[in-house]
């Protein structure tokens, strides 16, 4: 049961979800990094193969893969963005053409050696390939069938019993090394991405952060297309009053709600929200003009209203949270882009709505 546990690896499902983007990052880092040290490698034998006259065949097989591996490696470099949205199958067909090279150099050699080749192919698969236990296991078990059949049909006795130990050994060590290193690296890209996760989150409200939101806006100075053509600078409406009167535990449990909606809200609007500082927040949208901006501002403060929170502290009179909001428009073709022009001219008009009797929106 054990070992049926490590074969399949379980419970990494979730981890591979969560991680996605990084595994995919490692499988289309190793490509060009293993493609390059087994180019060396070969054509290292391919010269060796001429130095030491070795038969026809086998300096066929060394000049075939180390060009099949060079055109590899540099459609790789030339279709990177394909290769990456791919990059596990691309990683299957690397090792599936190295196993191919190991079996042709054993009949290169008329299957009078034992495997040498095929024994590291075996080996390595598990380490490398950082992709689900079961399907890791099942390709390499498959190589270790195809292997172990060719050398039963085409070998000795002597020369099959002698493969059979050799692979055996290297299948269940790579095997074991392979369920390490695949549960290092998962566990490691996850905690990286709870780190950056809540490094880059505010924890009451579950929004972007201040350092988050500087980050999005600094990409405008980098990229055109990154530029918001929108912003709203938000404040919660007399909220340290609310905070007075209710307590801390019921602010904070407010400033939840709030950050709930803000962040269904963003989804449907393609909008991203940040809490910019106590009860103020920041929405920052990349599609919106002037008008769009004041449509959308008067649906979100009517978004705040029917969340309905209570807000009593006016006497008889039943009130509820409410927000002000100020709205900019920024046209992306400009040449002078500067946030911090941006969060001023957008501040100035969350002040006017505030100046306005508040529960309001006003653009700049």
């Not at 940040?274 to 920041?282: A, D, L, M, Q």
């Not at 009517?302 to 046209?331: E, H, M």
Request: proline share 1%.
């Amino acid at each position: 049961m054990q070992f049926i546990k490590r074969f399949f690896l379980t419970g990494e499902k979730e981890l591979f979800k969560n991680n996605l983007q990084a595994v995919e990052d490692f499988s289309s880092a190793v490509i060009p990094v293993v493609s390059a040290i087994l180019g060396i490698i070969v054509g290292g034998l391919t010269v060796i193969s001429f130095r030491l006259s070795y038969g026809i065949v086998l300096k066929k097989v060394y000049i075939l893969f180390f060009v099949l591996n060079l055109l590899y490696l540099a459609v790789f470099c030339f279709s990177k963005k394909f290769f990456k949205r791919c990059a596990v199958f691309f990683v299957y067909l690397f090792f599936t053409l190295y196993l191919a090279f190991a079996l042709f150099v054993s009949y290169a050699n008329d299957f009078k050696q034992e495997y040498v080749s095929v024994v590291c192919v075996i080996f390595i698969i598990p380490i490398l390939l950082l992709d689900r236990s079961y399907r890791v296991n099942i390709f390499t078990t498959a190589a270790l069938s195809v292997a172990l059949y060719i050398s039963y049909s085409k070998k000795s006795s002597h020369i099959f019993s002698q493969d059979i130990v050799n692979l055996a050994v290297y299948y269940f060590a790579g095997m074991m090394m392979g369920f390490s290193v695949r549960r290092s690296r998962l566990r490691g890209y996850d905690t990286e991405r709870v780190l950056t996760y809540e490094r880059n989150t505010d924890s009451l409200t579950k929004l972007a952060n201040r350092r988050k939101l500087f980050e999005y806006l600094q990409r405008g100075n980098e990229s055109l297309l990154m530029r918001p053509t929108g912003m709203f600078m938000i404040d919660i409406d007399d909220f340290k009053k609310y905070n007075d009167h209710y307590g801390h535990r019921a602010g904070d449990i407010c400033l939840g709600l709030v950050g709930k909606c803000f962040n269904e809200f963003g989804e449907k609007h393609k909008m991203k929200f940040f809490r910019y500082g106590g009860e103020e927040f920041c929405g920052l949208c990349w599609s919106m003009d002037y008008m769009e901006l004041a449509s959308c501002a008067e649906e979100l403060l009517q978004a705040i209203r029917d969340l309905r929170i209570l807000f009593n502290i006016d006497g008889p009179n039943r009130g509820i949270v409410t927000i002000s909001i100020g709205y900019a428009s920024f046209p992306r073709e400009k040449n002078d882009y500067n946030f911090e022009t941006m969060i001023k001219i957008t501040d100035a008009a969350l002040y006017s709505a505030k100046s306005h009797g508040r529960d309001c929106a006003r653009g700049a």
